[in-house]
């Protein structure tokens, strides 16, 4: 059968159709990658206001990193000791810091700080992953020298993607522990797993690689995984804490999903339990504990 002049031509524009979409999907997810990383989550004034009216015991902060970006959060004393224990939460990439005041900003015993990345609530700034590394490190040193924080008593928590924020950060600093809800082995790989097709390792500007640090870190560790995660597939929580040095702990949430693991029970008695396990310890982390 003879291919006339137009249908060459049809075919040779499907063709090249073929050839460029690849490409050009490959630019939008490059453009739009932090979009699709950082979702973000605003407070807007009125919020704000009942925040303050509900928490009145809470002390919100507006603290400027050394590069000049303000970021607003909440610091919440809940010890009776003079020197109380310090957790420090790292949210998710939708979480707003103040949706934490009623669950974890309120467990008896421990001093809580609850600051939203940049872009994120009221901070300002962008947030890419050398700004949140860079950032976990100020406020754990500037609030590690508060006189009513024992810096020996420092835990790291982070559900998602502050999973890897807290692992850097534990990396980097020593900490009492380091409690992950629903981790991974790294962006990077679960980003692979969801788009097979795209070449992800090379256009992925913020790996979050957690598997990478792993092995230098010997602080303890407890992993909630949520058994219906389909977001984070189990696989990539099970690399982080096989590949993870210290001691380490894993609670399965029976029927959670990734966005409602926090609406389960087991998992705040696990939070609790855990806690109280570390406070029974002996105090102070050795300084081989920090992971580099």
Known sequence: MKVTSRGKKIMGIALAALIIAPFLIYAVLYVLQE????????LNDQNLKLIRAKYPKAEELTIETPDGTKLHGWFLDNSPVYKSPLLIYFGGNNEEASNLLDSIGSLDGWSVLLVNYRGYGLSN????????????????????????????????????????VAVYLANQRPLKAVMLTTPYDSIREVAQDRFPFVPVRRL?????????????????????????????????SIRLIEGWAGTTDVIHIQDAS???????????????????????????????????
């Open 35 to 42: 979009r699709m990383i950082f979702v973000g989550a605003l």
């Open 125 to 164: 700034g962008e947030p890419t992953e050398e700004n949140l590394f860079k950032d976990s490190l100020f406020l754990y040193d500037t609030f590690s020298k508060r006189d009513d924080i024992d810096p020996n008593n420092i835990v790291a928590m982070g559900r998602s993607l502050g999973s890897g």
């Open 204 to 236: 992925l500007k913020h790996p979050f690689d957690s598997l990478a640090l792993a092995s230098t870190i010997k602080t303890p560790m407890i992993a909630f995984l949520a058994t219906r995660d389909r977001t984070i597939k189990p696989e990539h």
């Open 258 to 292: 990734h966005g409602n693991i926090v609406d389960h029970d087991e998992y705040w008695i696990g939070i609790r339990n855990y806690l109280d396990k570390t406070t029974e310890t002996s105090t102070g982390v050795p300084a081989e504990a920090v992971g580099h």
